[in-house]
C-alpha cells in the first residue's frame, strides 16, 4: 500500500469513526470522559461537504467544455448537439447569475436599515448600561443621523424611481414610514445639539421608525425586481422553458408506459396473469371511474398495497440495507479498491 | 390483424387526448377514495393552532414531478393556512425553490378572495426558509439545534428568523406540531423518516410521494412511521374534495380535472393492455 493509499484509507476510517460515534453515543458525553458533545462541528463539516460538492460541479463545468468543444472544433459527430448545449450552459448560467445578485440588492437596502437600527438600539443599551466605547455618545448619535438622513434620501430617490403602477398600499406606507423616520430623526438631532447627555429616549424612537421603514422598503425594492428585465428573463428561461421542459421529459414515461403495456404486457403463464390481475385492480381501483365497475376496487387496491406489495418491497428494502451496511463496512476500512489502490505490477491508479 | 402493427404515434395522439380533454373542457368527476389521504387530512385537521407551534413543510420536488407533488403541497398548505397554523416551509431540493415563494402566494390570493376582510401575511402565517444544502446531514442537525432560529439564521429573503414573531423564543424540534414532506425522492424522504425525531419526540409526519412510490410509501405508513400519505395525484384529489366538503364556498383547483384525465388514460391503458392480449391470442392461435 502507498502512502497516498495509506493517508485516504485513514481519513475514510477517522471520517466513518466520527458519524459512527455521533449516532451511536449520546449527544454529550459525561463530563468523567472528557464532556465532548457530539454534532457540535456538524455544521462547518456540512458546509465542508458543500464546498467539496461546488468543486465537484466546477470539474462537471470544465468537462462538458473540454468534451464537448473538442467535439464542436473538430466538427465530430452531434456537433450541433454541443453547440446547443453549451450556448443553453452559457446562457442559464448568465441569466442566473444576474437574478441572483439582482436579488441580492433587494435585501441589501433593507439589511442595511435593519442595521442602523440596530445601532440605534445598542447605542441605548451601551447608554443604559453605562458602557465605554472609543467614540462618545454624542458623537456616535450624529453618526447614526447622518446614516438615517442618507436612507431617507436614497428611500424617496428610489420611490421617485418607481412607476404609478406600484401598489398604493406601498407607496403609502413608504410615504407616511420616511415622514416618521425624518420626524424622529429630528426630534433625536434636536435633543442631542441641546441636551448635555445623550438622549436615551428617542433612539429607541428611532430604530422602531427605521424596522418599520425596512419593511416597505423591501417590498418597494421587490417590486422594482420583479419589474426588472433581469426578472423577466430568468422567469422566461426558469418558468417559461426549464420548468416546462422538465415536467415534459418526466411526462414522456406516461407515453411510453401506455405504448409498452400495449406492446409488452401479454400473459404468457400463471404469474404474468396474476401481475395483470394485480395491475388492473390497483389501476381501477385509484381512479373514478372504479364506481362503474365494482365499488370494492379501492379497498381491494389498498390490500394488495398494504400486504402482499408491502411484505414484498420490505424484503426488499431489507436486502438493500444489508447491502448497503455491508458496503459501508468495506468503505469504512478501505477493502474497497480505490484510485490509489495498487496493481500487481506496482502502479497507482490501476483498477483490481 | 391491423391491431397487431398499430402505429405508436396512434396511441400516442390517444394518451394525448384523454390526457388533455378533461383539462380543455373542464370535465371532472368525484376522485375515489384514498384512506391514506384521509389520514392526512385527519391529522392536518387535528392540528391546532397554538402559540409557539408550527408546522414544517418540505417541498422536495422539481418540474419533473411538479404535476403530482405541487397539488399535493397545495392542498396541504392551503389546509394549515385555513386553519391559522404557521407554516415554515423548507426544501433541499434547489429547483423546488421557486415554488415555495410561489404557491403560498397563490394560496394567499386564493384565500383572500374567498374571504373578503381578512389577511394572510408573510412572517405571521409562514415563513420561507427556501432551499438549504446538507441534506441528511442537515436533518440530524435539526432534532440537536437548540435553537433553529441559530441553525436557520436568515430566511429565504435574508431576514434574520428572530425578526418574526413565531421565533423570538428559541424553537426546537418539540415546537414542531407537524411534518409534511413532498417528494419523488426516496433517499430524501428517508432521511426524515430516520432522523427527524428525538428519544422522546417525533412530530406527527404525512409524506406525498410520486405514483411511482407508492409502494415503498407503504411500508412505512404501515409500521406507523408515517400518519398520513398523499399517492399521487390520486391523493392530492381525494384531499382537494375533503377540503371543498368542509369549506363549501372554496374554489376547486387543478388536482380532481388532473386526476380526472389520468383515470382516462389508465382506462385507455387498461383497454389496450386487453386489445394487445386478444390479438396476441388470436396471432397465437394462428400459429403467427
Redesign the interface.
Known sequence: MNWKARLLATLTFLGGLYYFLDFVLPAKLPDSLGGYEFGKYNQEISRGFIAIGSVAFALGLINIFYIHGARIIFRKKGFLNSIALLISLVAMVIFTTNEWLAFEQVNKYAENIRNIAAYSRQIQSDLKEKKESTRSPNARIELLIAETEKIIKDSEASLSEAKSDLPHIVRDGLIQNIKLVSKENNLLKIKNESEVAAPIKPLDSVATALIKLSGDRQQLEEYLYKSSTTKALYDFVYDGLFVPLGAAMFSLLGFYIISAGYRAFRIRSIESGLMMIAAVIVMLGQIPFYIYVSEVLPDLRLWLLEYPSAAAFRAIKFGAAIAGLYMAIRMWFSIETSSFAEDNSGKAGANK | MKFKT?D?RV??LF??LA?SWPLLKGFS???????SADKFYEIVDQTKSEPNKFAFISFDF??????ENGPQAEVVVEHLMRRRVPVVLFTQYI?AD?FLKSIPLKIKAALEAEMPGQKWIYGKDWINLGFR??SG??I??IP?STNLAD?FGVDA????LK?FALFKKPKTLKNISLLGQFTGLVGLFDSYVQFFQTTDYKPVFGHGCTSIT???A??YL?SGQLQGLQ??I?GAAWYSKRLTDAYPNRKPDNAILI??G?????????F??I???IT?LISRSKGG
Not at chain 2, 368527476?29 to 384512506?35: F, S, V
Not at chain 2, 422539481?62 to 404535476?67: D, E, I, R, V, Y
Request: net charge positive; no cysteine.
Open positions: 398499430l405508436r396511441i400516442y394518451v394525448f390526457l368527476i368525484k376522485p375515489a377514495r384514498m384512506k422539481g418540474p419533473s414531478t411538479k404535476a429547483q421557486p444544502p446538507g446531514l442537515l440530524q442537525s440537536k441553525l429573503f435574508s431576514t434574520p425578526e407508492i409502494p415503498e407503504y411500508i404501515d399517492e399521487g390520486a386526476n380526472t389520468l383515470g382516462i388514460a389508465h382506462l385507455l391503458l387498461i389496450l393492455i386489445l394487445g392480449n396476441g
